[in-house]
């Protein structure tokens, strides 16, 4: 899968990989795609290392390890782990900077108004209290476990676009306790 994006354009750069000599030939077997000649591989640069250490690092098994006390180790360019690694060549600094303004002035749009609105919901005497626990209760528990909830529910589900169900659950409930509970504050006094 990962050989399929990276050939059509995702930023997938590959690991150098470590493989033992025992594992060698299997190694070059299971990976057509790197074009690997075994013995030429073999004739190049190789380390001793001691098995006891490729079992630790569990390049080897304990089973395996047990033929010899040290065993040559390979390098293989790009024959390791994926890894998504964006270019800063390709990526358009001015375009990211605008849309990171951009969601920034609508996070400004939200929260200034909510921070009026929650100011004069409740007296001076018990403002801070007011104005605190609802806030952390929406953003820490209902905002905060967004992801992890949407996760366990698209899981569970199988469909990765299950989990937009809570957000768009959450959205409409406070909607509506919104429309049903939030009065009018105009001509509140604050200190009352």
Do not use: C, Q
Not at 38 to 63: S, Y
Not at 119 to 126: G, H, K, N, S, W
Request: proline letters at 6%; zero cysteines.
């Amino acid at each position: 899968m990962n050989l399929a994006l990276r050939s059509n354009g995702y930023p997938l750069v590959r690991a150098a990989a470590k493989v033992p000599d025992v594992k060698l030939d299997a190694f070059v077997a299971g990976n057509p795609e790197l074009a690997l000649d075994a013995v030429a591989i073999r004739a190049g640069e190789k380390a001793m290392v001691p098995t006891a250490d490729l079992v630790k690092e569990k390049l080897l098994t304990a089973e395996e390890a047990a033929a010899a006390p040290e065993m040559a180790v390979y390098t293989i360019a790009n024959g390791g782990a994926f890894k998504m690694v964006a270019d800063p060549a390709k990526v358009s600094w001015t375009g990211v900077i605008a849309v990171l303004t951009v969601l920034m002035i609508y996070v400004t749009m939200v929260y200034g108004p909510i921070a009026a609105m929650l100011v004069e919901m409740f007296p001076t005497r018990i403002r801070y209290t007011g104005m605190s626990l609802p806030y952390h209760i929406g953003n820490g528990w209902f905002g905060g476990l967004l992801p992890a909830t949407a996760f366990a529910m698209s899981a569970a589900k199988g469909d990765i676009y299950y989990g937009l169900w809570y957000p768009i659950i959450v959205a409409g409930a406070t909607f509506v306790i919104g429309m049903i509970f939030l009065k009018e504050t105009k001509d509140n006094d604050i200190n009352a």
